[in-house]
Nanobody, 123 residues
């Protein structure tokens, strides 16, 4: 069974940057995609960015983060990254690494979740 462990969250002022990391271990061969989701208090979990590693390595981003966030992977280290620049207070939330054998577009399609890492952006 696959396991995902995130790190890199923290507190930052608006306009700052953070880089999240997610180390994958175990049975990762079945994953078609890996990505990042976030959940703010009182809101539903939403997709932030994803890479379709099982197909053409296409990248997808949610509208609010396009141009500010970059998702990447280091296959040699089994690590997924999320570089977050120009952070805004509305980016605050728990960020989860995720993997799926199908699609990373919706939380209901995710098969493996990390434990989450908190990102707090102050104005």
């Amino acid at each position: 069974q696959a396991r995902l462990v995130e790190s890199g969250g923290g507190s930052v002022q608006a306009g700052g940057s953070l880089r999240l990391s997610c180390v994958a271990s175990g049975d990762t061969a079945k994953h078609n995609c890996m990505g990042w989701f976030r959940q703010a208090p009182g809101k539903e979990r939403e997709m932030v960015a994803a890479i379709y590693t099982g197909t053409d390595n296409s990248h997808f981003y949610a509208g609010p983060v396009k141009g500010r966030f970059t998702v990447s992977q280091d296959n040699a280290k089994n690590t997924l990254y999320l570089q977050m620049n120009s952070l805004k207070p509305e980016d605050t939330g728990m960020y989860y690494c995720a993997a799926s054998a199908l699609s990373c577009g919706m939380p209901t399609l995710i098969t493996v979740w990390g434990q989450g890492t908190q990102v707090t952006v102050s104005s």
